[in-house]
């Protein structure tokens, strides 16, 4: 389904917002590994924001700390009610966004038939 145009500027806006908070304040929650906010997505009236998170770790733990995320996620809630203006703060739902695994997946596979 097509997002209206304030759900996309929503949709960015927490993107923005939660991707400086992984970076600066929200290391502990994430154990000092690399997260990024790879997509937002608004419900339409804006009150559920679903979260796809993209862990980058070499030691396999990104299941572990997305359920930590999942875990307290009432932070996330908080950060977002202080930095983005909206009526309401939405219910966050967080996912764990695994595209990168896939394309390597499939980029692995390739790599093993051309040779």
């Known amino acids: 389904m ?3 145009k304030r759900q996309r500027q929503v949709s960015s806006e927490i993107k923005q917002v939660l991707g400086e908070y ?8 994430v154990n000092k590994v690399l997260a ?3 997509r ?8 559920n924001a679903k979260i796809y998170i993209s862990i980058y770790d070499e030691n396999d733990l990104a ?11 009432k932070q996330l809630r908080h ?3 202080q930095n983005v203006r909206l009526r309401y703060t939405p219910q966050i739902r967080i996912i764990k966004d ?16 051309g040779e």
Not at 40 to 47: A, F, H, I, K, Q
């Open 40 to 47: 937002v997505e608004m419900s339409p009236d804006l009150r």
């Open 79 to 81: 950060y977002i009610a």
């Open 63 to 73: 299941d572990e700390i997305i359920q930590h995320i999942q875990e307290n996620v």
């Open 22 to 29: 992984f970076l600066q304040d929200g290391k502990a929650l």
């Open 2 to 4: 097509q997002q209206s």
């Open 36 to 38: 990024s906010v790879s």
């Open 98 to 113: 695994d595209s990168m695994e896939y394309a390597d997946r499939i980029n692995k596979i390739l790599r093993d038939l």
